[in-house]
């Protein structure tokens, strides 16, 4: 998962960057050297504290931020969370500067958390259908890991846990996912029975939208 969301920020973040339920911000030490300015958002009753935020707010309501501000929006591991998941990419795509990218990372096959405000999973098709349907046009969508990670993950989760045995069964199956028969398994199925995805997703330019609408 971290690797997946490295190279999406590595390929799309620069500028002014908003980070939607940042949370702990575990990815600052990703774009941080690549962007000019961060502004984080979060929820003020968010499990993860608040010592990062910049500004609070629902993240199931339109965001009171200035429209066409931003260059890069970031949100990972928030959406799956988000009630009013059509809401929130409205509200980026206003926050996006014209030819602005928004990098969302999102759970698939994994276990319930944050519980009771752990709502979705997404498909490729749905995260494609919320981007169109807030005027944005996919540019990147992939998913990260296959059968292996998610075996490996919920039993980690599950009887790692119960048996208080959680680290060594982490470092086992990390082993067990560098072999390259395992890897070469949930690289082929990892279409069909994903850890997770990726969404890169742009905000057209003026430009971009006329010729689009303009037939050949």
């Known amino acids: 998962m971290a690797g997946a969301y490295q190279r999406a920020i590595t390929a799309y ?5 908003a980070d939607l339920g940042c949370g702990k911000v575990p990815l600052y030490g990703m774009y941080r050297e690549r962007v000019k300015e961060v502004v984080c958002v979060d929820w ?3 499990l993860h504290g608040s010592m990062h935020v910049d500004s609070f707010a629902d993240l199931n309501a339109p965001l009171e931020l200035t429209p066409d501000s931003f260059d890069t929006v970031v949100a990972t591991d928030v959406i799956e969370h988000l009630h009013a998941p059509s809401v929130f ?6 926050m ?7 990098i969302v990372g999102v759970p698939f096959l994994y276990w319930v958390h944050e519980a009771p405000h752990d709502y979705y999973r997404y498909t490729r098709f749905a995260l494609e259908r919320l981007s169109r349907d807030a005027g944005l046009s996919v540019v990147h969508l992939s998913p990260y890991g296959g059968p292996a990670e998610v075996l490996c993950d919920l039993f980690t989760k599950t009887v790692g846990r119960a048996l208080r045995l959680a680290a060594p069964i982490y470092w086992l199956s990390r082993g067990l996912l560098a072999l390259p028969p395992v890897r070469k ?5 990892s279409e069909t029975v994903p850890l997770g995805y990726v969404l890169v997703a742009r905000k057209e330019t003026p430009g971009e939208i006329g010729a689009a609408a303009t037939p050949p």
């Open 44 to 46: 003020p009753e968010s």
């Open 185 to 189: 398994l949930s690289r082929a199925a």
């Open 89 to 94: 990419f409205e509200s980026a795509a206003r």
């Open 96 to 102: 996006l500067k014209p030819g602005g990218h928004f």
């Open 13 to 17: 973040a620069k500028g002014r960057l």
